[in-house]
């Protein structure tokens, strides 16, 4: 069985920086793309970043770009999301997700097929 888990989430005052990760188990990422999503209270869930399963050239929300970086281990299955100088609308809970097997990285939450459960991110000013 696929399961994803984010950890990392938590209260942080704005400036300052978190590491969320996404460890996947049940089955061997290192073929599929992986992404970050946001959703915010009374707001749809909207794209955060992505990563191919290379690890050659990720995507950025226009709204993330110079302030987060996402990245990969493979040998650990795992991903992550390193969130500098947060602002409180960063304020929201992030899911990670797993795209297809060889598929291209993709903003488009449709595209990802497994899910986790989300982690709260809570920027104060």
């Known amino acids: 069985q696929v399961q994803l888990v984010e950890s990392g989430g938590g209260l942080v005052q704005a400036g300052e920086s978190l590491r969320l990760s996404c460890a996947a188990s049940g089955r061997t990422f290192s073929s599929y793309p992986m992404g970050w999503f946001r959703q915010a209270p009374g707001k749809e869930r909207e794209f955060v970043a992505a990563?191919?399963?290379?690890?050659?050239?990720?995507a950025y929300a226009d709204s993330v770009k110079g302030r987060f970086t996402i990245s990969r281990d493979n040998a650990k299955n795992t991903a992550y999301l390193q969130m500098n100088s947060l602002k409180p609308e960063d304020t929201a809970v992030y899911y990670c997700?797993?795209?297809?097997?060889?598929?291209?990285?993709?903003?488009?939450?449709?595209?990802?097929?497994?899910w986790g459960q989300g982690t709260q991110v809570t920027v104060s000013s």
């Open positions: 990563i191919t399963w290379r690890s050659i050239s990720p």
């Open positions: 997700a797993v795209g297809p097997k060889y598929s291209a990285r993709s903003t488009d939450s449709s595209t990802y097929v497994y």
